[in-house]
């Protein structure tokens, strides 16, 4: 059922023209009103709660100190657990540059920059020097390599870019570390998955996957690499290897 305040509060939101700073779980933001998930969050919605909350009591639980934000967007994930004292280092990966500069500036808005460093690309199994992403500008969190398998009609992604594309795995060699990594790449996790093999397979940690119907292979992969599905809430798978 709508909350009739919520939905008042995010109309009101919705009306201011420019970029404005507000708080999420402690932190601040650098927010575009006319953004769906920044509106949200101006308009004091509560977003991905319990997410957070699993995430900080794993990382306190398990003695994380890497977070890894993969479609990080403006930064929501990067920033909030980073301010965690647990938390040595964390790596963001944003390939659009709307939401790359944003992200940016939420890393220097909490004063993060020794901590946390942001990489403009996306993560796949195959690196590609220029690829094109597609974005829908009223929800830029939303942008897709892919927009056949997307769950909404074609023609809202009305902008594109040209990004760059990795391997995980080409620019890291991690061992033995526990890390929290958060997934959110809109119908590629498969594919980013499969370019972490060898970081998967040699550290353990905890990893929450946004997984769209389109990807009905992402328990199995992470099977193979030797994670346990701990939960599904909502679209976030949220799986674990001891």
């Known amino acids: 059922m709508k909350n009739p305040l919520q939905s008042l509060r995010k109309r009101l939101t919705r009306l201011r023209r420019f970029p404005v700073l507000g708080k999420h779980e402690g932190a601040t933001f650098l927010l575009d009103p006319q953004n769906w998930t920044d509106n949200r969050v101006l308009a004091r919605v509560p977003y991905e709660k319990a997410q957070f909350d699993f995430a900080k009591a794993e990382i306190a639980r398990r003695g994380i100190d890497l977070v ?68 829908d500008p009223q929800s830029t969190n939303l942008a897709r390599l892919d927009v056949a398998t997307a769950d909404r009609p074609s023609d809202v992604f009305t902008q594109s870019e040209t990004i760059a594309v990795a391997r995980f795995d080409d620019l890291f060699a991690f061992e033995g570390r526990r890390a929290f990594v958060k997934i959110d790449v809109e119908g590629e996790a498969e594919r980013c998955l499969l370019g972490m093999e060898h970081f998967l397979t040699r550290n353990k940690g905890v990893v929450q996957i946004e997984v769209s119907d389109c990807e009905p292979g992402v328990p199995a992969i992470m099977e193979r690499f030797g994670w346990k599905l701990l939960r599904v809430l909502h679209l976030d798978h949220q799986f674990a290897k001891d």
Not at 69 to 88: C, H, P, Q, S
Not at 111 to 124: E, P
């Open 68 to 135: 890894i934000d993969i479609g990080a967007n403006f930064g929501l994930y990067a920033v909030v657990l980073g301010r965690l004292k647990e938390v040595r280092e964390v790596l963001a990966f944003e390939p659009v540059t709307r939401n790359y500069n944003q992200l940016a500036a939420n890393i220097f808005a909490n004063r993060l920059d020794g901590k946390i460093t942001a990489y403009r690309l996306a993560l796949s199994d195959q690196a590609e020097a220029a690829r094109t992403i597609f974005m």
